[in-house]
């Protein structure tokens, strides 16, 4: 959100309340408190009819600050909030003294100028990482009243914040974002859409960012936190809430590595995922016609063209039009479902359902759901509803402990039946004009609703399956959603252009900790052309997780022509082959929140070059992958500093003097797949 009107003015209706001073520091409860009036001090009557800040620094863990702004500090504090995993025995050094205050944890340290303007400066081992400085934290009131009116009213109110941003400096992260991979100029909020991939709306918004400096940011908030990334003030990020509080972390890494690593302590790292997630899933698609015969169809078509497949998966349509969710099998298309699920097992298959958290007026269970309470509803106590998706359909409430065991209830039948995992669609399209039944703010639960949404279906696969066994395929998510993987990129067209978008959407996601990552091999809306096809084959089972997915066409290779079978085929193997090394960086995923899929920026920040790229990537550690993007095969790609051999083909290339810039063409069996010589 901007607030200002050039760099000396507030817009109309803005009234902004800017830290001018550190007026007096203190501590207290093993924080560093600060006392920042609106105005310099310099008279007793200075200190009467303005507003005062009161900025909070602590440590939670080694090399991480938190910082809280607030205003007032009388509001209810309404749920949800993230889950914050701290240190107890985390030690911090604070030090007041005539001209400054200062914290330190680990080689992080804040320092706060004392009578002085507001000035505070964040270093890493000595060195400036970033800075508050004139006009950055401030009580920010958009009123329809003169300023000199004494008291508020219920004009809206903003906490808001900025850090400097150095020469050079980029900024990465905020989730799964599709557009400008470097996210500098942009504007960007934080609320979950159902937008597809081809705009700035995200189905996986994160208020998290760091840069090629050193550090990272995480705004504490799940609310709609609006980020303005050099765009408000070119030199500065500023990020604002509604309301009167704003919290923030600074996590000092040095290196991207640790920064994630950092981050993730703070939030949550990934679950271990199955060993079988890991190779290739085909689905029926999603508007498609199918039954038992269609299903097993492709399943012998993928067995008599040799590719190898892992998991089957039903899209909405294994429950009847107008019912979802029952989690009942249509008895039309699946009069046996325990004999089909049993005839998949027998094939070495693993079975995945559809699912979503809305329940439709024509499903049984919404009588069910409605007498038990366990929707979220409206302000009159009547359950909240919509026709936009299914008719007339509710939203479980998952603040609500036994709406979660009803669910799980549910799902359990499932699970007794065959079923292995869930594809845990939706959840962006949460109302902000309902009721909880925990009382939270509605507000804030438009992007926490998916974190609870999937936390009650992987809890219920944990229990049922155990750990490292249970996996979802989830699409919406927010800070922490990291822990239930994997997740996949949502709806994306059948274009090269898509192709792209998604994979920076898969390197930004990556950069917040999310481990694990999918997308629709082929795109999901239209029909993919066959060169398309094959070179998102490559792509597709050159990630961590794959799957043939379509919206009304079937993604089986053959569907598109026989050489989509042959690439099929190659890279399912090639995936196979390497499940050892990817299995060794899943467990790096699992233990550190280093992801699979790496933005090549993380895999090597010493190289000036690697911090703009983003047509390739490093899949683990070792393997460099530069998927080709064109109709006639010609990529270009970049080799950082090293010894490369060719994965495929077994050409060396020597760049122990420095990165080289590569074009080539490239046939559909092959493509640039490098690794490291010390693989």
């Known amino acids: 959100m901007k607030f200002t009107n050039g ?15 550190a007026y007096e520091a203190e501590k207290k409860d093993n924080q560093l408190v600060v006392y920042a009036p609106v105005r310099q001090v310099r008279t007793r009557g200075d200190t009467l009819g303005l507003p005062l800040l009161t900025i909070r620094y602590s440590a939670p863990l080694k090399d991480v600050l938190k910082v809280s702004i607030s205003h007032f500090e009388g509001a209810l504090d309404k749920e949800p909030h993230y889950e914050i995993y701290s240190d107890k025995n985390a030690v911090s050094e604070i030090s007041i003294t005539e001209k400054e205050a200062s914290i330190k944890s680990g080689a992080l340290s804040a320092h706060v100028a004392l009578n002085s303007g507001w000035a505070v400066q964040f270093k890493g081992s000595g060195k400036t990482l970033t800075k508050n400085e004139w006009k950055s934290t401030a009580f920010m009131r958009e009123t329809s009243e003169p300023v000199q009116h004494l008291f508020y009213s219920g004009d809206k109110t903003y906490i808001k914040e900025e850090l400097s941003l150095s020469v050079g400096e980029n900024v990465y992260g ?155 099998w249509n008895a039309e298309t699946f009069p046996d479902p325990e004999g089909l699920l049993k005839r998949l097992h027998e094939r070495g298959l693993k079975v995945c359902v559809w699912i979503n958290p809305y329940i439709a007026q024509r499903s049984p269970l919404f009588e069910e759901g409605k007498n038990a309470g366990y929707f979220i509803k409206k302000s ?115 274009t090269f252009e898509a192709m792209a978008e998604t994979l920076r959407g898969g390197l930004s996601l990556g950069l917040c900790g999310f481990g694990f990552w999918s997308h629709d091999i082929g795109g999901f809306e239209g029909n993919p052309p066959p060169a398309l096809f094959k070179r998102w084959l490559q792509f597709g089972l050159l990630s961590s ?40 960086m899943a467990k790096t995923a699992s233990d550190t929140g280093v992801p699979v899929l790496r933005a090549m920026f993380l895999e090597f920040p010493e190289d ?15 393997l460099l992958v530069a998927p080709v993007f064109s109709e006639d095969g010609t990529v270009e790609y970049y080799l950082p500093k090293g010894k490369w051999v060719h994965y495929i083909d077994g050409r060396e290339i020597d760049c122990t003097e420095g990165g080289r810039w590569l074009t080539e063409t490239y046939g559909f069996t092959s493509l640039p797949l490098w690794k490291r010589e010390s693989m």
């Not at 997915?549 to 042959?566: A, I, K, L, T």
Request: one cysteine or more.
């Open 174 to 328: 905020f989730g799964e974002r599709f557009g400008a991979f470097i996210k500098n100029g942009q504007s960007i909020e934080t609320t979950n859409q159902d937008g597809g991939t081809a705009g700035d709306q995200s189905y996986k918004t994160v208020p998290f960012y760091l840069t090629n400096k050193g550090y990272g940011v995480f705004v504490n908030s799940s609310d709609n936190v609006a980020f303005e990334v050099g765009t408000e003030k070119v030199a500065r990020v500023q990020f604002s809430v509604p309301g009167e509080k704003l919290e923030y972390f600074i996590i000092y890494g040095p290196s991207p590595k640790e920064i994630i690593e950092k981050y993730t302590a703070l939030t949550g790292r990934p679950a271990m995922v199955p060993e079988w997630s890991l190779g290739l899933w085909l689905s029926t698609s999603f508007t498609t016609s199918y039954d038992e015969k269609t299903v097993m169809s492709f399943i012998d078509g993928m067995k008599e063209r040799n590719i190898p497949l892992s998991v089957f998966h039903f899209d909405c349509f294994w429950m009847k039009g107008f019912n979802w969710c029952d989690f009942t």
């Open 608 to 622: 000036p070059t690697c911090a703009f790229l983003d047509r390739q990537y490093m899949l683990g550690d070792s």
């Open 7 to 21: 760099f000396w003015l507030e817009k109309d209706g803005i009234e902004g309340n800017y830290a001018a001073e």
């Open 380 to 494: 009159d106590g009547s359950v909240w509803q919509t026709d936009m998706w299914q008719a007339g359909m509710a939203i479980v409430d998952f603040t609500n402990p036994d709406a979660c065991r009803w669910y799980q209830s549910k799902l359990n039948a499932l699970v007794d039946m065959g079923v292995d995992t869930f594809k845990t669609d939706f959840g962006e399209r949460i109302p902000t004009d309902c009721v909880y039944f925990n009382g939270a703010d509605p507000q804030k639960m438009h992007n926490y609703y998916t974190y609870l949404y999937n936390q009650c279906v992987f809890e219920l696969l944990e229990k049922r399956r155990g750990k490292g066994e249970a996996c979802l395929f989830a699409r919406s998510a927010t800070a922490g959603s990291q822990k239930f993987p994997l997740h996949w990129g949502g709806d994306c067209e059948s």
């Open 545 to 584: 997780h794959s799957r043939l997915h379509g919206s009304n066409s079937y993604r089986v290779p053959w569907s598109v022509d026989e050489e989509s079978s042959e690439v099929a085929r190659i890279f399912t193997n090639i995936k196979l082959k390497l499940k050892p090394y990817l299995l060794k």
